[in-house]
């Protein structure tokens, strides 16, 4: 029997910040594909806000996961016309000298891409940077990837780069992940901050995801995502950055 899956997502600005200046970026396939094909793609990038249109990388990223090989052998001819495509779309804007001089170092983006096969149940995922992917099975965190535990996060992720120069060893950097799903299974594409938060909550010997699943079941589960959130960073429990969120539900 094929399985069939659902999901919810939501990508929000930092605190202070506009619709317009959140430099996520999230893939989900239409109701189409959910109800026709068996291989069913996900994906969410990071921006990196100190680089100059990070926010149109990381939409390319995740645009280009839906048709492009991600495998290692053919990743870096992904990435090079990835980075073409942004170079065509950022080098016709008239810049001030200082601005272009940052442009020329190009821009900077985490990955985390999920491609379900749930004809044959399984999956295949890959991540550069701390963008994480959590696996959750009768209330249990199963698995975690890339990120395993809090300690994991750091200030410098590694980085897909628009420009060759910055380029990062994908031999290193870049990681891959085989699994299996079941129905019932929950799967949970997170950025950083969100991510962070999950695991301090884990560590509390709390199960996060429960939080996630309630408040993105309300009818206005967008508003009420940003009231949470914005709790979460009045408080200190989670970072003033754009946050993230897919929620695969597997049937």
């Known amino acids: ?62 645009s280009c996961y839906k048709d492009k090989p991600f495998d290692l052998v053919n990743l870096p001819s992904t990435i090079n016309a990835i980075s073409e495509a942004w170079q065509s779309i950022t080098f016709v804007i008239e810049l001030p000298w200082y601005a272009q001089q940052k442009l020329e170092n190009g821009a900077f983006a985490t990955f985390l891409g999920i491609t379900l096969n749930l004809e044959e149940k399984t999956f295949e995922a890959v991540s550069i940077g701390d963008c994480t992917l959590f696996q959750v099975r009768d209330n249990e965190l199963i698995y975690s990837f890339p990120i395993t535990s809090f300690e994991d996060f750091g200030n410098t992720p590694s980085l897909f780069a628009t420009n060759p120069k910055f380029q990062t060893d994908f031999e290193k950097s870049v990681k891959y992940l085989n699994g299996q799903v079941e129905s019932g299974d929950l799967l949970i594409l997170a950025s950083d901050a969100l991510a962070m938060w999950i695991f301090k909550r884990l560590n509390q010997g709390e199960s996060p995801w429960l939080s996630l699943l309630t408040l993105l079941n309300y009818e206005d589960y967008q508003t009420d995502f940003i009231n949470w959130t914005f709790n979460k960073i009045k408080e200190n429990e989670m970072k003033n950055d754009d946050i993230s969120v897919v929620l695969i539900n597997i049937d």
């Not at 990508?11 to 109800?35: F, M, R």
Request: hydrophobic share 40%; with cysteine; net charge negative.
């Open 1 to 62: 029997m094929i399985l069939k899956c659902s999901y919810k997502y939501i990508s929000i600005a930092k605190v202070g910040n506009s619709v317009n200046e959140n430099e996520d970026n999230v893939l989900v396939p239409s109701i189409s594909q959910l109800e026709s094909e068996p291989i069913i793609k996900f994906a969410i990038s990071d921006g990196a806000t100190e680089s100059s249109f990070s926010k149109e990388w990381s939409d390319l990223l995740v």
